[in-house]
């Protein structure tokens, strides 16, 4: 950048509202992530020993029909969440 002079304007305004052209692919990394936080959330709760257990005790506590089949209904849906 040697012998150029930065404009200082043009890049605070940049910065602090960004650009339309780069906004669609913002979005899709955000749902990326979101989606593999909740991947890996459900995968933990699955594949880990004993992952499903404190879903299972919360389901005890709140008096949901058939606790341990809902544990693992509920543990694999978290791990294949839309979030589109």
């Known amino acids: 950048m040697e012998g150029q002079e930065v404009d200082w304007r043009?890049?605070?305004?940049y910065a602090l509202l960004g650009s339309s052209d780069l906004e669609q692919y913002?979005?899709?990394?955000?749902?990326v992530s979101i989606g593999l936080f909740f991947a890996v959330s459900g995968a933990?709760?699955?594949f880990v020993a004993g992952g499903t257990k404190p879903?299972?005790?919360t389901l005890?506590?709140?008096k949901v029909p058939f606790p341990?089949?809902?544990?693992?209904?509920?543990s694999g849906s978290s791990s294949f969440a839309d979030p589109w």
């Not at 043009?10 to 305004?13: A, E, G, R, T």
């Not at 341990?68 to 509920?74: D, I, R």
């Open 10 to 13: 043009q890049l605070v305004h």
């Open 26 to 31: 913002a979005i899709l990394l955000v749902r």
């Open 44 to 46: 933990n709760k699955l």
């Open 55 to 57: 879903v299972y005790e």
């Open 60 to 62: 005890v506590k709140a």
């Open 68 to 74: 341990q089949q809902t544990a693992y209904f509920v």
